[in-house]
């Protein structure tokens, strides 16, 4: 991938949010829909939940556990301010 092909940190962040507000909440899912790579995914989802655009549930079943990732208010209004901002700009 070329330099000029790379998304910024507010790209990645979009792509992420707006995969969860589609309703994918599994960590794979999400990760394919953003297309990206699994140790990016990782840093994403905490930056994420770190700053409470994004919510982690651990669900438990079958002994085992698996993480479900859902979008907070918050998100939501991140997603709606910067898809508008899009619209506006006509980009």
């Given amino acids: 991938m070329s330099e ?3 998304r910024s940190k507010l790209e990645i962040t979009l ?3 707006k995969a969860v ?3 994918e ?4 899912k999400i990760m394919y829909a953003s297309n990206m ?3 990016l995914t990782q840093k994403v989802f905490a ?4 700053q409470e ?5 651990e669900v438990h079943g079958r002994g085992r556990s698996t993480k479900r990732y859902s979008i907070t208010e918050k998100g939501k209004n991140v997603l709606d301010y910067f898809e508008g901002a899009k619209t506006l700009l006509q980009i």
Avoid: M, Q, Y
Wanted: charged fraction near 30%; glycine fraction near 8%.
């Fill in 4 to 6: 000029s092909a790379r």
């Fill in 15 to 17: 792509a992420v949010l």
């Fill in 21 to 23: 507000d589609g309703g």
């Fill in 25 to 28: 909440t599994k960590p794979t």
């Fill in 37 to 39: 790579s699994w140790n």
């Fill in 47 to 50: 930056d994420l939940v770190e």
């Fill in 53 to 57: 655009l994004l919510e982690l549930e």
